[in-house]
């Protein structure tokens, strides 16, 4: 039972800096997914150029605020993007705070019977974020909009794009791309915990 709980919480920490760092690493590539859209008097290279400060504003401990040169930007969004980079900052702390367990976890030696169960609880868990998505993607708008009432307590991340031109770039198509991309980079990660326990498991690398 001691075992079980164990591993059990251990795959939860792997879970945990997979889901954690693929936010960081989808947050940066949304840049090459952002749909293409016109704002009367500015460029599509100022409209990147926005958006990059954008992201290092929502990532940066030290950026308190958000200063875009280029589109136009309302009071409201502004707010709503305060409260995404609160999220987004406390996730990376999160992040290095269970990566330093995983790695600190993954250095000890177990047992063979442990090593059998964190295997098999990766597979259920992978299993399960997979079904889980797949149910997400099929009514992904409905989904979305659903998260972020769940998430935010006013309206503020309801945009009008003549105020805030910058959603355009990000229809539901935008979002949904990104959630395929933070699912298969998390699935990846904890696809090779799997397959480094795996080894331990059949290289003998286990106390008896």
């Not at 920490?13 to 009367?40: E, G, K, R």
């Not at 958006?51 to 309302?74: D, E, F, G, H």
């Not at 995404?84 to 995983?102: A, D, H, K, M, P």
């Not at 395929?180 to 326990?197: P, V």
Request: positive net charge.
């Amino acid at each position: 039972m001691k075992i079980e709980i164990k591993s059990i919480l251990e795959v939860l920490v792997y879970f945990v800096a997979a889901a954690s760092i693929a936010v960081i690493i989808t947050t940066n590539v949304s840049i090459i997914f952002l749909h293409p859209f016109a704002v009367d008097g500015i460029s599509w290279g100022e409209i990147m150029s926005d958006y990059r400060r954008l992201l290092i504003y929502l990532q940066s401990p030290i950026a308190n605020q958000l200063t875009v040169r280029y589109l136009p930007i309302s009071s409201n969004a502004s707010e709503h993007f305060s409260m995404v980079r609160c999220f987004l900052i406390i996730n990376e702390g999160v992040c290095l705070t269970s990566w330093g367990i995983v790695i600190s976890k993954i250095k000890h030696e177990k047992k063979r019977s442990q090593l059998i169960m964190l295997v098999s609880l990766i597979d259920y868990l992978c299993l399960g974020l997979l079904i889980i998505s797949g149910l997400t993607a099929i009514d992904f708008e409905r989904t979305f909009i659903l998260f972020h009432y769940l998430l935010f307590s006013d309206n503020k991340w309801i945009f009008n794009s003549q105020t805030d031109p910058i959603i355009m770039g990000m229809p539901p198509t935008f979002f949904l791309k990104l959630f395929g991309i933070w699912l298969i980079i998390t699935i990846a990660i904890l696809g090779y915990l799997r397959f480094y326990n795996r080894q331990k498991l059949f290289s003998g690398k286990f106390r008896s």
